[in-house]
């Protein structure tokens, strides 16, 4: 895995390499020692007015005997887990950030399915809209993530959200024609109220 010059990880809940699983005694530090320094720590700027918290790491990895590895980790740090962020185009930023990197990807939370497969799905989408091809029924797509991550979106909650993304990202785009407006306002009010206190 860290044999890539530059790695780029979006992580949702556990911190930087620094266990298997969070709320466990064991962390990597129990198997390895730990070769790697934080070099610069800063928040994640957006482009636009939002309540998302990202801090943005950059790590220098060093294995002994061999050339440093440097790592970009942004860490979504207000993303409950089992539950969902505030719904504005934040993930479609964030996204578009590392977007056309040509280093290793990783997205990770603390269990990889919820928050992590929410925003795969988010992504690709993304990927297939900007490719022109057809955007289908999202349950399908999703269907075909839960195959090789079982589980990928943990609640109805974060299948709304990826929902309520995709339908900003596409009013944004102007994928949408202006007469669908009321229906969208619409299911934003009925996210708003059914993801309430998630």
Request: aromatic residues 12%; contains cysteine; charged residues 20%.
């Amino acid at each position: 895995l860290l044999r890539a010059p530059l790695i780029e990880i979006f992580i949702t809940e556990i911190s930087a390499f620094s266990g298997v699983l969070e709320k466990l005694e064991l962390t990597l530090e129990s198997f390895h020692k730990p070769n790697f320094m934080c070099v610069l720590v800063f928040q994640f700027q957006f482009p636009i007015e939002t309540r998302i918290h990202i801090q943005v790491s950059f790590l220098e990895v060093k294995i002994p005997g061999e050339s440093p590895h440097y790592c970009i980790h942004y860490h979504w740090q207000d993303w409950p887990d089992r539950g969902v962020p505030e719904a504005d185009l934040a993930p479609v930023y964030l996204l578009a950030k590392v977007q056309n990197t040509t280093a290793p990807i990783i997205v990770h939370c603390s269990a990889g399915i919820g928050r992590t497969g929410s925003i795969v799905l988010i992504q690709h989408s993304i990927e297939l809209l900007q490719s022109q091809s057809q955007l289908e029924e999202i349950s399908g797509y999703l269907l075909a993530l839960r195959k090789q991550r079982n589980n990928s979106i943990q609640t109805q909650h974060q299948y709304l959200y990826v929902h309520q993304i995709l339908l900003l990202y596409l009013k944004k785009m102007r994928y949408l024609d202006d007469s669908v407006n009321p229906y969208l306002e619409q299911f934003t009010a009925d996210y708003v109220e059914a993801t309430r206190g998630f």
